[in-house]
Structures are given as structure tokens and as C-alpha cells.
């Protein structure tokens, strides 16, 4: 398994600013995901972060909007850039974890809500 | 794309009830993985399931890998107040990523 930490747990913002978002995991893993939940629905992968490389976005979702930084095995960042209203919801970093029976584990989320 | 069509959507139910939800899918899968994600907290792994026709238990939560491998269930039995919760199943074919039902919203009725 792995233990994963978010900073902050929960921000509220203001229209048009940034808010980068902290995921730490106690271990060495390739994989890493970022995913978004808005209030009452499933959840929505943002884009898949490897670290030494550049990560993948999920169709609808670009890096300009959502920068993401995997500066090594254990790190990585979301940034939610010019924000607006509806990018309220909880933002979850997730980690792949296995080889053959891989399972994702997932962190606590930070709850962003923007005004 | 794929989906996982995860019912029932919502279930209410009283203390000490067994409860049984399940998820199905048109595309066949070759890893199924059930969460639970209480209000404010990232989704928290429960059981996870490699094979089809796996039966895996996890104390009280017992989860099963379809045969077709299309689908898969989730029960609890004896349910109790921290159960409480959503349910999410989760699953993936190969490298791809990892496809999401929509949950199944517990209550337990006092």
C-alpha cells in the first residue's frame, strides 16, 4: 500500500487566482494521477504525472490550466490556474502501486471551493 | 469511452442488514477494485480483485470478480453505523486507465 499526504486540505480562493496543490507519498511509485470530484459525482481523471517526463491530460482538460510538476518519485504538484466557480470541488492525487496487480491508492483530497 | 453502470444508486437501510450492490459494464475488465469514500476524505481502497470468478473477503465486505469478467459485487453484511459512506467501484483493462462507477450513496437508517 502507500500513504499519501495533500496540502493544503481545503482553500477557498478567489476568482482569477491560482492555487497549487502538494501531494506527497511515502514510497517511490511511477505512476501518479491527479484526479477532480465536483459535489455529488464520480470521479474524473485530470491527467496521469510520470516523473522525467511531461504529463498526460485527459480530454478536456489542458496544461495550461492545470499545470502539473513531478519533480521526482515521491512529489508531485497540481496547479489550478485562474480559477473560476466551477472549479470548485476535491482535487485527489492518487498513486499506482504494484506490478502485475497494480492498485491505485488515493490521497485524503484538498477541497477547493472559489468564490 | 468505457462505463460502469454501478447500482443501486443510493440505499437505505437499517443496522444489522445486509447490503449488496454491484457494477456492470459492456467491456470486459481484467482488475476490479471497490472504495469507500466518507464525506471529506480521498476514496479508501477495500477490496481489490485480479481474476474472474476471485471471491475476496475483507471482514465483514465480501466482493466478487464476475466470471465474464464484465462485472463484479460488493456486499456487507451486518451492516453498522460506520458504514455509513459512498461506494465506488473501480476498474481497469491492461494499461489503460482506471474507469470509475458512480457510486452507491449507504445510509443507515437509526
Known amino acids: 500500500s502507500a500513504v499519501i499526504s495533500q496540502k493544503p486540505s481545503r482553500d477557498i480562493c478567489q476568482r482569477g487566482t491560482s492555487l497549487t496543490i502538494q501531494c506527497q507519498v511515502d514510497?517511490?511509485?511511477?505512476?501518479m494521477f491527479w484526479y477532480r470530484q465536483q459535489p455529488g459525482q464520480s470521479l474524473t481523471l485530470i491527467a496521469t504525472?510520470?516523473?522525467?517526463?511531461?504529463?498526460?491530460?485527459e480530454s478536456g482538460f489542458v496544461i495550461d490550466k492545470f499545470p502539473i510538476s513531478r519533480p521526482n518519485l515521491t512529489f508531485s504538484t497540481l496547479t489550478v490556474s485562474n480559477m473560476s466557480p466551477e472549479d470548485s470541488s476535491i482535487y485527489l492525487c492518487?498513486?499506482?502501486?504494484?506490478?502485475?496487480?497494480?492498485?491505485?491508492?488515493f490521497g485524503p483530497g484538498t477541497r477547493l471551493t472559489v468564490l | 469511452g468505457q462505463q460502469l453502470n454501478q447500482s443501486p444508486q443510493s440505499m437505505f437501510i437499517q443496522e444489522g442488514e445486509d447490503v449488496s450492490m454491484n457494477c456492470t459494464s459492456s467491456?470486459?475488465?481484467?482488475?476490479w477494485l471497490w472504495y469507500k469514500q466518507d464525506p471529506g476524505e480521498g476514496p479508501v481502497l477495500l477490496i481489490a480483485?485480479?481474476?474472474?470468478?476471485e471471491l475476496t473477503s475483507n471482514g465483514r465486505l465480501t466482493a466478487q470478480f464476475g466470471i465474464t469478467r464484465k462485472d463484479s459485487f460488493l456486499n456487507i453484511s451486518a451492516s453498522i453505523p460506520s458504514d455509513v459512506g459512498i461506494y465506488f467501484c473501480?476498474?481497469?483493462?491492461?494499461?489503460?486507465?482506471?474507469?470509475f462507477g458512480t457510486g452507491t450513496r449507504l445510509t443507515i437508517i437509526p
Open positions: 492518487s498513486v499506482e502501486v504494484g506490478g502485475v496487480t497494480d492498485t491505485q491508492y
Open positions: 514510497s517511490q511509485v511511477t505512476m
Open positions: 504525472a510520470n516523473q522525467g517526463s511531461e504529463a498526460t491530460y
Open positions: 467491456s470486459i475488465f481484467n482488475t
Open positions: 480483485l485480479y481474476k474472474a470468478g
Open positions: 473501480a476498474a481497469h483493462f491492461g494499461n489503460e486507465k482506471l474507469t
